[in-house]
């Protein structure tokens, strides 16, 4: 059973998990040296329970305690107890939907491992932002994509606002990080997938008329300012791109894959 | 031409405009009583400018004023001119693409006008989110719908945040807020519209076999937590849902408006 542990003290070095939640360079140092990622709300410290990741502490104001009780029961981290107003003073953050967990990062999967055992997987290409990454965890999930790949650059799925975005999907898509990005075409076609890269390109297929889709497809998408890279839309067996009404230059990224998810689910 | 005026003082009253940009309540209160809304970034500047829009003025750091010349040129307002330093200070805000123009907001259409010039049509009752707004305007202008309707309280389209999202397209999709809710299914009747209302509900009708698509077409969402409301659900034609994937509770309101749409194109 947790340790239910009130803090007063807003300085109190067991709280150093919980700073500077607003400030991504300092979390992601932060993490990656200390091994943690943050879950936020109720819910998403619920599903990280639930899918088996261990919690290192929790910090919440006492009315979240009943409502994750069982979760808190399951575990033997401490629980750091402080009103509502000194969790927002810690975090420099008003945490919606009150709770919050430090949860040791799952060792990373292999990149082999993942692709023998999916079907369906989206391909990313340094994204920045996560939101965008975290919501397409979440459309790959509800749109039957069962993998995701990331580029050595790519934002992390595990940062806490990929993580709340994406509702706990990154807890249940399994994806991997890919160290040699440019041999990653190369890797897709060993393991049998298709390759189709969204493009704004004038001379790609419409998502319309693309046909029939292969037994195993990997759908790849590019950073949101400039899009997929050469080498990418060369080496992919086929150029898509989402036909759009004149004069708009393009969709979200985000979007555009949960697109692309439906039409070729 | 826009009267470059350089501002030392953080406290000077003409930067009123500019206050609080993080603070949602303030700037809706001072931004309804002043008729203004804000362009933020010097691509969204330039959309306000091409739809016709009244700067009532700019403000920006030095490094911007090249590149809105041509904007700066065709309007009378002054253009106040600080460090970026200075601009995130009076705003409380890193600003993405430093530029900022407070912009006089345009008077609402007329409900019966939109729809009456409209053959595709999203619905937003009670959306919550700037970004879910924003988005669903960027996606609509996408996908070829051609006018958004908007309940009573559903958050404003011309909010800061929701302006940037849809990347101008507040600016070029048609929209009216409607005043009596409840007659709105009524309303879309007479006008010619048959209404698929998106829902979660289980005995709803598949999205993959709602089959031809109607000449007029209303596509209603609900708010982010609750869904749509009973009245609308029982006052729509059709209700429809989106398959997913099993375990997975929901999608985003606005990847599945980019969904319907694409569907329904």
Known sequence: MARIVHV????DPRLADYLHL????????HESEHGIYLAE???V???AHEAGHEAASFLMAPRWLDGLRDVLDASDAPCFVMSEKDVERVTGFHVHRGALSAVRRPAPADVDDVLAAARRV???EDLVDHTNVGAIFRVAAALGFDAVLLSPRCADPFYRRAVKVAMGAVFSVPHARVDDWYGTPALLSRHGFTTYAM???DDAVSLEDVGDVPERLALVVGSEGP????HWQRSSDV????PMAAGIDSLNVATSVAVACWHLR
Do not use: N, P, S
Not at 8 to 11: E, F, M, S, V
Not at 22 to 29: E, G, K, N, P, T
Not at 227 to 230: A, I, Q, V
Not at 239 to 242: A, G, M, Q, W
């Open 8 to 11: 007063d003290d807003l300085d």
């Open 22 to 29: 607003r400030d991504v360079q300092m979390r992601l140092a």
């Open 122 to 124: 989206v391909v990313l």
């Open 45 to 47: 410290v619920r599903r």
């Open 41 to 43: 709300g109720e819910k």
């Open 199 to 201: 493009t704004l390109a």
């Open 227 to 230: 899009g997929l890279t050469e």
């Open 239 to 242: 150029r898509v791109t989402i």
